[in-house]
């Protein structure tokens, strides 16, 4: 997706957010959206109003769905450390709500956004966000092989696989510091990534310095 378009497409659910769900009126009066566009429909950030909380979100679900043309069930919230933040997922279908609830991997839960400073125009913050997600599931299987706990291998090559398709594409349009401080944030050592791209990206070994200095 062009990058313009992306901005327009997040802008769009910000204010239908504001005219439907924030108004005066609405379930969630003052609460405010920072929304992302996903390929299975959108998430984001809910800031919410005072004397709001997360249930005041659970309660309001249905009333996001119509305002979003989104059948009901397709509203999945999470609530955060902060009692004042959720995050939300608006899904285009039923499914994939229901999809989401029962993966048994960690998901995204918005602490994704923080340390992550886009370095190129070529990446847009679903790029990384779904890196992420992908490097916390190769992490999980490789630990495990590493413990000496029961693993299926073939869902370890799939998860290895999946991670060093989404770098190798990435790579392309973004700066190798940018990917080896996600992965190292994600806790992957050197030993977890092919020889290959490990090089590309310089990875340190387990003697250098494992977690980049902020800035």
């Known amino acids: 997706m062009e990058d313009s378009a992306y ?5 769009a659910l910000r204010t239908r957010w504001n005219d439907r769900i924030a108004c005066a009126d609405g ?30 979100v659970i309660d309001a679900v249905s009333d996001i769905a119509k305002a979003y043309d989104l059948p009901d069930g397709s509203i999945v919230v999470r ?34 956004f923080v340390d992550i400073k886009r370095q190129s125009n070529g990446t847009t913050l679903l790029d990384l966000v779904q890196l992420t997600t992908w490097a916390r599931a190769h992490k999980e299987s ?8 029961e693993m299926d291998v073939q869902q370890f ?8 398709a989404g770098i190798v594409d990435i790579l392309t349009r973004a700066k190798p ?21 490990a090089e590309e990206l310089n990875y340190p070994h387990d003697r250098d310095p494992t977690v980049p200095i902020p800035r």
């Open 7 to 11: 901005r327009r497409d997040c802008e």
């Open 177 to 197: 510091q940018q990917i080896r401080e996600l992965l190292m944030r994600v806790g992957l050592d050197r030993a977890s990534l092919p020889n290959d791209l």
């Open 27 to 56: 379930p969630l009066p003052g609460s405010v959206l920072d929304p992302l566009v996903t390929p299975q429909g959108w998430c984001g950030h809910v800031q919410l109003a005072e004397g709001q909380r997360a249930g005041t």
């Open 142 to 149: 490789w630990d495990a092989i590493r413990a000496g706990r």
């Open 79 to 112: 609530t955060m450390a902060e009692n004042r933040q959720v995050f939300i997922w608006g899904y285009t279908t039923k499914s994939g709500a229901d999809y989401h609830l029962s993966w048994p991997h960690p998901v995204l839960d918005g602490s994704e």
């Open 157 to 164: 090559v799939r998860r290895l696989n999946r991670l060093r």
